[in-house]
């Protein structure tokens, strides 16, 4: 072989291997926790996470991924006392459980494209468990267990201990 053909090779082989390099950034391995605003934005360009996605504890204002699609595992949004909105435009599945609870400030819930939630048939309490959020209209819940039974969600739903009323 001459030294163009071994020099075409080994130029071909390094851009396939860094074009695979560059779509599997957009997959996050494993279990991700959300501490703060860097762990949310080291997370920015996923589009799925292979494991749990657990927003808890921290200071969070506002939670927004806007290229998430995927959740293998669950995802988990509790005990984050400053948050008041988490937006995921593009989430469709999470493969376990849906847990958002005791999130004292939370009152907006954004997940529009969410039609698939613990094929994977996670134990737990419920499929999805949306309570102890008591400045979340109640409303917002129902919105999204509608959304999910519109889609052909047969799993379990708890709603509880949000706000009672909706905002006219």
């Given amino acids: 072989m001459n030294d163009w053909c071994t020099a075409l090779i080994w130029i071909t082989a390094a851009c396939a291997q860094d074009n695979a390099q560059q779509l599997d950034a957009s997959v996050c391995e494993g279990d991700q926790f959300v501490g703060d605003s860097v762990t949310l934005a080291a997370l920015a360009d996923c589009t799925r996470v292979t494991g749990n996605l657990v927003f808890t504890g921290n200071e969070l204002v506002h939670a927004e991924h806007a290229k998430l699609s995927l959740v293998d595992g669950s995802l988990s949004v509790w005990g984050n006392p400053s948050l008041r909105d988490i937006e995921l435009p593009e989430l469709t599945r999470v493969g376990g459980y849906l847990l958002v609870e005791a999130n004292e400030l ?9 039609t698939n939630v613990n094929d994977r048939d996670v134990t737990h309490h419920a499929d999805v468990s949306i309570s102890g959020n008591p400045q979340l209209p109640t409303c917002q819940a129902h919105a999204l267990r509608d959304q999910l039974l519109a889609a052909d969600f047969t799993g379990d739903v708890a709603i509880s201990g949000n706000m009672g009323s909706c905002p006219p």
Avoid: H, R, S, W
């Avoid at 819930?109 to 969410?114: D, E, G, N």
């Fill in 106 to 114: 939370l009152a907006a819930i954004t997940i529009p494209k969410l």
